[in-house]
Nanobody, 114 residues
Framework: QAQLVESGGGLVQPGGSLRLSCVAS????????MSWSRQAPGKERELVAT????????DYADSVKGRFTISRDNAKSTVYLQMNALKPEDTAKYLC???????WGQGTQVTVSS
């Protein structure tokens, strides 16, 4: 059974950093382009970043470009999201998923507040 499990969320002050991890099991991660999206209360879900299966390229939402970096380690079946210079508006539940949106994790909460 395909499964994605996120970790690494938490409470951080504005300007701080967090690194999210997403571990895949039950399917060959290296075949799939992967994405991170986020969902904040009262807002539409936002696609944050996508990385190709070979990590040859990545795309970012304008709202996070230059601050977030998506990466992957296929040998560890893990996708990462490095988040720097965090802002209060980055507060949301962050979800890892296949780019085709078929498989999703449960999400990890990120709260940016002083």
């Amino acid at each position: 059974q395909a499964q994605l499990v996120e970790s690494g969320g938490g409470l951080v002050q504005p300007g701080g950093s967090l690194r999210l991890s997403c571990v895949a099991s039950g399917f060959p991660l290296y075949f799939y382009a992967m994405s991170w999206s986020r969902q904040a209360p009262g807002k539409e879900r936002e696609l944050v970043a996508t990385i190709t299966d070979s990590a040859s390229s990545a795309d970012y939402a304008d709202s996070v470009k230059g601050r977030f970096t998506i990466s992957r380690d296929n040998a560890k079946s893990t996708v990462y999201l490095q988040m720097n210079a965090l802002k209060p508006e980055d507060t949301a539940k962050y979800l890892c998923h296949t780019r085709d949106q078929i498989t999703w994790g449960q999400g990890t909460q990120v709260t940016v507040s002083s």
